[in-house]
């Protein structure tokens, strides 16, 4: 989902005439929400105003995949929220959290974690254990363990996190199955694929009932039920599951988003065990070409797909 809403309740508020950009973010109407940001940017706005305004366009520019952009909003937002409420605040801490994530999708992994302690430091320092903002932050904590490829660290973080948002909303909270999504695929990584299915499987009945079959977050969930059958060795339903997840994904972010660039190396990988290496090859180098201009050397999808370039060449030479 592209979360857009504070997370706490003094934060700033955006300017009037953005309420309308709120709901094109979440239609996945990306570039025009980017152009009303900017265009608000220009105007004359209240410091205040500013934040909220940079916060959104750098969650925004994040949900299309310019992470470049997003990072470099995000850093003036985190200078203002400094200025404006302190370095000890709630909003500092939400900003400081908002940009952890795009360093992360980055592969700035140390800058990210240095970040999350910092909101974490704050939300324990100002009693808001417990509470939404906390319950992000514990989800992108583990998401970074996820990343950085230390799932089992993150297993008991996200867990936490699904624990705070049941308590708050209740358990078919769009929220809560955001957060299921992200235990799973850490269940995944440690090879609980049992307890995996359950969350994801979870997780997209939630979606599908509240947004629809055709949303991004149905995408991504029947991508990490795929990878799941897969791994168990059902090949034909994988290869169904990632085709679902790539249109439905190529509609809604296109095909050089990264998030359908992890559907499209996935399924490139279940044609290398297929033997289909023709196929393969030609998928990962797309990937590769494309993820190349968007992310840094040390992104996770990047590093996998390179490796599988180099396995499908040993393979087809050998042939």
């Given at each position: 989902?592209?979360?857009?809403?504070?997370?706490?309740?003094?934060?700033?508020?955006?300017?009037?005439?953005?309420?309308?950009?709120?709901?094109?973010?979440?239609?996945?109407?990306?570039?025009?929400?980017?152009?009303?940001?900017?265009?608000?940017?220009?105007?004359?706005?209240?410091?205040?105003?500013?934040?909220?305004?940079?916060?959104?366009?750098?969650?925004?520019?994040?949900?299309?995949?310019?992470?470049?952009?997003?990072?470099?909003?995000?850093?003036?937002?985190?200078?203002?929220?400094?200025?404006?409420?302190?370095?000890?605040?709630?909003?500092?801490?939400?900003?400081?959290?908002?940009?952890?994530?795009?360093?992360?999708?980055?592969?700035?992994?140390?800058?990210?974690?240095?970040?999350?302690?910092?909101?974490?430091?704050?939300?324990?320092?100002?009693?808001?254990?417990?509470?939404?903002?906390?319950?992000?932050?514990?989800h992108n904590i583990?998401?970074?363990?996820?990343?950085?490829?230390?799932?089992?660290?993150?297993?008991?973080?996200?867990?936490?996190?699904?624990?705070?948002?049941?308590?708050?909303?209740?358990?078919?909270?769009?929220?809560?199955?955001?957060?299921?999504?992200?235990?799973?695929?850490?269940?995944?990584?440690?090879?609980?694929?049992?307890?995996?299915?359950?969350?994801?499987?979870?997780?997209?009945?939630?979606?599908?009932?509240?947004?629809g079959s055709e949303?991004?977050?149905?995408?991504?969930?029947?991508?990490?039920?795929?990878?799941?059958?897969?791994?168990?060795?059902?090949?034909?339903?994988?290869?169904?599951?990632?085709?679902?997840?790539?249109?439905?994904?190529?509609?809604?972010?296109?095909?050089?988003?990264?998030?359908?660039?992890?559907?499209?190396?996935?399924?490139?990988?279940?044609?290398?065990?297929?033997?289909?290496?023709?196929?393969?090859?030609?998928?990962?180098?797309?990937?590769?070409?494309?993820?190349?201009?968007?992310?840094?050397?040390?992104?996770?999808?990047?590093?996998?797909?390179?490796?599988?370039?180099?396995?499908?060449?040993?393979?087809?030479?050998?042939?």
């Open positions: 989902m592209v979360d857009v809403t504070p997370s706490h309740d003094e934060g700033p508020q955006l300017p009037t005439q953005l309420e309308t950009v709120i709901p094109l973010a979440e239609r996945g109407d990306f570039p025009r929400a980017v152009d009303l940001l900017r265009e608000a940017l220009d105007e004359h706005l209240t410091a205040r105003q500013r934040l909220a305004t940079s916060s959104l366009l750098g969650a925004v520019l994040r949900a299309q995949g310019d992470f470049v952009s997003s990072v470099r909003e995000l850093r003036i937002a985190l200078a203002i929220s400094a200025r404006e409420y302190g370095p000890d605040s709630m909003v500092y801490a939400d900003t400081a959290n908002n940009l952890g994530v795009s360093l992360k999708a980055l592969a700035c992994y140390g800058e990210a974690d240095y970040l999350y302690e910092k909101a974490r430091a704050i939300i324990h320092a100002q009693g808001t254990v417990g509470t939404d903002i906390h319950a992000t932050l514990l583990a998401g970074l363990a996820h990343a950085r490829g230390a799932a089992a660290e993150g297993v008991d973080t996200a867990r936490e996190a699904v624990g705070i948002r049941e308590r708050l909303h209740g358990a078919d909270d769009l929220r809560v199955a955001a957060d299921l999504a992200n235990l799973g695929g850490l269940l995944f990584d440690v090879a609980q694929f049992d307890e995996a299915e359950a969350c994801f499987n979870r997780a997209l009945h939630i979606f599908r009932s509240q947004l949303h991004a977050e149905v995408a991504v969930n029947l991508n990490n039920l795929a990878a799941l059958a897969e791994e168990r060795g059902s090949f034909d339903e994988a290869e169904e599951l990632y085709d679902q997840a790539i249109r439905i994904k190529n509609s809604y972010w296109g095909p050089e988003h990264p998030e359908t660039l992890l559907s499209r190396y996935n399924r490139a990988h279940l044609l290398f065990t297929l033997g289909r290496l023709i196929d393969a090859a030609s998928e990962c180098e797309a990937v590769v070409a494309a993820l190349s201009q968007t992310v840094n050397t040390d992104h996770p999808t990047l590093k996998r797909a390179k490796l599988l370039m180099n396995q499908v060449k040993v393979e087809h030479d050998s042939r």
